[in-house]
């Protein structure tokens, strides 16, 4: 006796087929899973299911479709496979099995046999879906194992270009795995945790102009001081008012106290409107869904500040208290 057709790939190969969150072009999945194999397998089975049907129903099949329905049923099982189409393959393994122990078999069997299996692969091919990305927002999308850079890279591996500006991605590497969620949210879809994720970026950003600018939080009348990481958004916005007033009174000269001055302005403008258009709405149960205009906006508002920031701030550099002419030049 002849074993049935067992699986080319293992279990393990078909979970990593179908488990792999990459962007996938509809080239690769027809020529991964072999679409013209499905079609040739349905093609042949139908035919086959037509040819027993016009036999004599209660007649044994001849040897003539015996061989074509062995080849019918080899053409299924590649195709069925390497999909995981566990249902589907056990039973086609059945009436391979059959065929082989040369067991007798009615046209009718062999009829409703073939139209019964193309109707089970048709269901299992149903539970299997893959998700379309539009066409502008793919660049939003990177592969998982993308999310932050891994060093040292695979040769032959071209990285990405980043999300954000490389500046920024270089000056907050804490913000890499935030950014890389936005994207995907956003190329999914998924405009509210998309939003989330961007203020997640921007509170890496906030943490680190509050560091710049010596920010500290006080509680409790004073008493208690509160670090960053803890620290409400409003709490660190107002302080960041008062340190920014304190630049006129640097003695220094007028045209670096006016660029100090339009640096800090820029930030502490979109950092308020970050917490009051954002931020106050997502981190709360609210009910509201976010067009995908508007998750584009706040995309396009939390890169150019980020990138601003990274001008001359980074998580592990920042400006002197009092600016110096050093601190006018880009790091």
């Known amino acids: 006796m002849k074993a049935p057709v067992r699986d080319f790939q293992s279990d393990s190969d078909i979970a990593v087929l179908w488990g792999s969150q990459r962007l996938w072009s509809l080239w690769e999945i027809m020529n991964r899973l072999n679409a013209a194999n ?3 397998a349905f093609a042949q089975m139908l035919q086959l299911s037509e040819r027993a049907a016009n036999e004599p129903a209660d007649d044994l ?3 003539e479709l015996r061989i074509f329905a062995a080849d019918a049923v080899q053409s299924a099982l590649h195709a069925v496979v390497p999909l995981g189409l566990v ?7 059945r009436f391979h099995l059959s065929l082989e122990d040369g067991v007798s078999l009615q046209n009718k069997v062999v009829h409703l046999e073939m139209a019964s ?8 091919l149903g539970k299997l879906h893959a998700f379309a990305l539009e066409r502008e927002k793919e660049k939003y999308f990177r592969d998982e194992s993308w999310g932050v850079e891994i060093f040292p890279v695979p040769k032959g591996v071209v990285l990405p270009q980043p999300l954000f500006s490389a500046a920024a991605q270089a000056a907050f590497p804490s913000a890499g795995m935030d950014i890389v969620e936005a994207g995907r949210c956003i190329a999914l879809g998924r405009n509210n945790a998309a939003i989330y994720h961007l203020m997640q970026v921007a509170e890496v950003g906030v943490r680190a102009l509050a560091w710049d600018r010596r920010v500290t939080v006080l509680r409790h009348k004073g008493k208690t001081v509160v670090p960053l990481d803890y620290a409400q958004w409003g709490e660190i916005i107002g302080e960041l008012e008062k340190k920014k007033a304190l630049i006129n009174n640097w003695k220094r000269g007028k045209a670096l106290r006016e660029q100090a001055n339009q640096y800090y302005s820029t930030l502490i403008f979109e950092v308020s409107s970050f917490n009051e258009i954002y931020r106050k709405h997502i981190s709360h149960a609210r009910g509201k869904l976010y067009a995908d205009d508007t998750a584009i906006s706040c995309w396009g508002h939390v890169y150019r500040f980020m990138d601003k920031l990274a ?3 980074a998580e592990t550099k920042r400006t002197h208290n009092v600016w110096t002419k050093f601190d006018l030049s880009a790091f």
């Not at 249902?87 to 393994?93: G, M």
């Not at 299996?117 to 299992?124: G, H, M, N």
């Open 311 to 313: 001008e001359r701030i």
């Open 117 to 124: 299996l193309a109707k089970l692969i048709q269901s299992e």
């Open 61 to 63: 099949i001849d040897e």
């Open 38 to 40: 499905i079609g040739r």
């Open 87 to 93: 249902e589907s393959r056990d039973a086609i393994n």
